[in-house]
């Protein structure tokens, strides 16, 4: 498991970074781009503060997506991973994991479900919103949640309804995040989201 991960990781690093994402920095992006990479930081290291029997792990990869788009997201989380490592007490492999289940799988999947919306639906502000940031988050999360449980109950027979269950229930808390601050920065500030489009979503502007 721990090679796969290691190839998953490298892979993804392989795509972004030969995309020069980081240019997207020299324009509004920079501020939240920064905000984001501590506040995800400290949502990532949080669970380890947590008494023993609390787990509550918020993903923040989906909007990350949406607001930087998936090469600039895969950088930001593996710096995130290594402030995990650096601040908390998991060791590399625990850390590794949480990388690719928590942040490269969703990101990964969002880009996907976001790619299959552009095609398959029209341009509309409400399908933006609900779609790829309310449901579309859950829909992601759960699905990487469930793919690394799944692995997990084949390897050591962990019991996979409950694990199930819970996956579905915590995926509805980066939803909620995700779609409530989607909506706002649509609202007041859309040059903080990458994949938004004033031209597409919004039509060109009357005459």
Do not use: K, N
């Not at 502000?125 to 449980?149: D, H, M, S």
């Amino acid at each position: 498991m721990f090679a796969i991960e290691i190839c998953l990781v490298l892979a993804a690093l392989g795509l972004s970074m030969p995309l020069r994402p980081w240019r997207m920095l020299a324009g509004p992006l920079a501020a939240p781009w920064a905000a984001s990479l501590v506040l995800l930081s400290l949502l990532w290291v949080l669970p380890q503060a947590l008494p023993a029997g609390i787990s509550i792990q918020l993903s923040g990869a989906c909007l990350l997506v949406l607001m930087f788009g998936w090469p600039l997201a895969v950088i930001e989380l593996v710096l995130v991973a290594l402030a995990v490592w650096a601040m908390g007490r998991l060791g590399f492999a625990a850390v590794l994991s949480q990388l690719v289940w928590v942040g490269l799988m969703p990101a990964t999947l969002a880009l996907g479900l976001g790619e299959l919306l552009r095609r398959r639906l029209p341009p509309h502000p409400f399908i933006y919103v609900l779609g790829r940031g309310f449901i579309g988050t859950a829909l992601c999360i759960f699905a990487a949640g469930a793919a690394y449980e799944t692995i997990h109950h084949l390897l050591d027979g962990v019991d996979l309804e409950h694990a199930l269950v819970a996956r579905w229930l915590m995926a509805w808390g980066d939803a909620f995040l995700t779609g409530m601050l989607v909506a706002i920065f649509v609202a007041f500030v859309p040059e903080w989201l990458a994949t938004w489009s004033d031209q597409r979503y919004l039509g060109p502007p009357p005459d």
